[in-house]
């Protein structure tokens, strides 16, 4: 018996990884249809207690499926399931940015992030639930999968939810504050915040000019590579050995709001580094860095002035109160305390690109303070995101361990501007050293 | 007989400014869709010749007319007219980017800025004639009005030659590199690129992250400033005193492209302003600035492979081979070569702005090399725009005066990032002096 039959004896399609999937749909051991029927179970068994998707068509799906069997493989994503965070426009279903003002809009044309994965073999499954325009303004309906009770993170809550239910393989989600890592963490998933416009923004909700950036979701660092070659991210086959590699362990100017288990993930990932030889060394960044964090509200803040203007022309009544107050710019930024802000990222941005070099091949830093807080009235702190998101860099979200409140806790991996193959590449060296029980996600969510 | 009679006995509403209509629309002595019948009749009269427009359905704009002149004024731009370049969505119109990849489709949602003039009132008249996607591939076919050998510039083609020619009152361009204020002064007219950002490119097809800015064109300075309001650009009443006013004369270091007719209208606005009492001086850039022209080159390259993945990968026989270049890098752009074009720009901006104080209240520099090129086969040279692109500054186009050909040169007028609404309160103290014979057009065009 091959891997391959092993594999798909032993389990439920829908517990692949889309790169498992992709190599058995691949050498035609495993259908489009069968994959998606899958997913679809597993959604339909789901769904009532997660609630991760805002549009879901079974049978326009499954047709689809169908239709991919039928074609030669379009390229490397050629049959797998992704969800498309509800902000990101697709031609087969509406958009509605969990927003009142757009409920049943349907653009027709898809954004280019789902036009280059679409063309490139993925089946858009459906829409995941959101924060308003991935915002402010209304919550995702999402809970956690590891306990409904808590938040699975936002504003990429349904795509961060699917992905760790097995509910999809891949999914789109966006970060403007913390809203693609945040969630990886809460839900036990890797992710990808590639670097500032290596993924076009066309026809994904505007926030933020300077800070919205697309990324994806995956169940394995070869999944995001999988995403990565896409979008013309080339798989880096430089060896990478973990024995000498630098890793600058970041504690970050946000460590004030750790929490327990937020620092109980970096301090393991730290040490299983370390036991596997890498040299983890504290790094402490240059002074100008304690202020990204505000830079970042400011930026967030004044852009979003143009960004809801229409909204507020044409729908003031339903416009959330937060999204008003950026409109009004109720912070009260000035046009030179935002220039103040955007010079400040200037300055950072090669100052951090700097470090990297003979004395560091990676950084090493926090997801979120800690595991996914209870309720769904927040999504949890973007504190540990925000200033990657701003320098432009790329990241990587590994699961780590989890909380003491059983639910799981990433930790963050990143890497200069524009370096993102050579990041998952050395991602995909540490991984396996980082997240020691990858089926762990399996065994409690499907047990 | 008061002024508004005056006005309208004299004129067919179609040569009025967007300011002057608005008077009048405001004060019931035209209404919408007398207004919007005339920009229809002049359209009748000379689109075979002009070809401005992409779309337009006059049974549709007048059954809206009639409904803005039912209601009560939505905003400061009811019942006025609006063209809109072809690469922005409107609600009611098809959005091609002129590609034929997109022939036909309709996205029905208003991009933010058509949203926000729509909100305030204005009467969306048509879609304009643009170069493919803004950036390459097919040319527009229009032709400039003042002699249909010679084009009108670009890629705002259709909304320059429309405006121009009294079609419509007011339209939207777009600038990635000298877009919109070129074709400005290849048509005659006024046009406000605004600072990066402050206007949302939600909506508008994307090319370059860092540099596409959505601007307008009107007939005069009031209508620049009308538009303004609609996105928040409060009017600056501060009075603006001629005498005394120092302006900065910037060849720029773009100077090695001007032509006799550029050089005529720089020394002739500079010899007006100073009859009028202006202290005009030259002023030279540091050298760093020599070399953002093609840190500009370098980042609109880099940031096209992202933009026309999708089509590359799902319309590659159809799309244009300049565009396939971008995707495939052809120019070689390295990340570090990139990362160093962003640096420059991010150190020449606060330089830039440092610049204006007691010492400098604004900039005059060229808005093109000289009159329109003969042929459509080119839009003319970006040389002299490029610049103020990606150093994010607020340029205001107004035209001087008529070159050899025959055909209209103007002026732009810089000041720094975000002082746009202090920038339209000088330009339109400058303009009656600037643009001597502000109805150089109408006789021309009309007659």
Same mark, same amino acid.
Request: charged share 10%; no cysteine; net charge positive.
């Given at each position: 018996m091959d891997f391959a039959t092993s594999v798909l004896t032993a389990t439920d399609p829908a517990q692949l990884t889309a790169s498992e999937a992709a190599a058995l749909i691949r050498s035609r051991q495993l259908s489009c249809e069968e994959l998606v029927r899958a997913c679809l179970a597993r959604i339909d068994a789901r769904e009532a207690a997660v609630r991760a998707w805002l549009w879901l068509d079974p049978a326009h799906v499954i047709r689809r499926a169908r239709e991919l069997d039928k074609?030669?493989?379009?390229?490397?994503?050629?049959?797998l399931p992704f969800g498309v965070k509800d902000i990101i426009d697709t031609a087969d279903f509406p958009t509605t940015h969990n927003s009142p003002i757009y409920d049943g809009m349907q653009v027709g044309r898809d954004a280019a992030c789902v036009g280059v994965v679409r063309g490139s073999g993925a089946l858009i499954l459906g829409k995941t639930d959101t924060v308003e325009f991935a915002s402010g303004g209304r919550k995702a309906l999402t809970r956690n999968p590891y306990n409904p009770a808590h938040t699975p993170g936002g504003s990429s809550s349904g795509s961060g939810a699917a992905v760790g239910d097995f509910q999809v393989p891949l999914a789109f989600g966006t970060q403007? &504050? &913390?809203?693609h890592i945040r969630p990886a963490s809460f839900n036990g998933i890797y992710g990808h915040k590639p670097s500032w416009n290596v993924v076009s923004r066309e026809g994904v909700r505007m926030s933020s000019m300077t800070l919205d950036t697309v990324g994806w979701y995956g169940r394995s660092v070869d999944d995001l590579i999988l995403v990565g070659t896409a979008f013309r991210i080339p798989e880096d086959k430089t060896p990478v050995t973990v024995k000498g590699l630098r890793v600058g362990l970041c504690r970050s100017p946000a460590w004030h709001a750790i929490e327990p288990a937020g620092e109980l993930a970096l301090a393991t990932a730290a040490k299983r580094l370390a036991d596997a030889g890498a040299i983890v060394e504290d790094l402490e960044l240059p002074e100008p860095f304690n202020r990204l964090h505000d830079a970042h509200a400011d930026i967030v803040n004044a852009e979003g002035r143009a960004s809801f203007l229409p909204e507020y022309i044409n729908a003031y009544d339903i416009l959330a109160p937060d999204l008003k107050a950026k409109v009004e710019n109720a912070r009260g930024t000035t046009p030179e305390k935002l220039l103040a802000s955007y010079a400040l990222a200037d300055r950072c941005r090669p100052l951090f690109d700097a470090l990297f070099g003979p004395a560091l091949d990676v950084i090493l830093t926090p997801s979120a303070p800690g595991e996914a807080p209870e309720g769904l009235h927040t999504t949890g702190n973007a504190i540990f995101n925000s200033m990657w998101t701003l320098l432009h860099v790329p990241t990587v979200g590994i699961p780590c361990c989890f909380g003491a409140r059983g639910l799981p806790v990433g930790v963050t991996l990143a890497g200069p501007q524009l370096s993102d193959a050579r990041l998952l590449g050395i991602a995909k060296a540490l991984a396996p050293v980082i997240d020691t029980d990858p089926k762990a996600g399996l065994d409690r969510l499907w047990g």
């Open positions: 074609l030669p493989p379009k390229g490397p994503l050629h049959g403007t &504050g &913390g809203s």
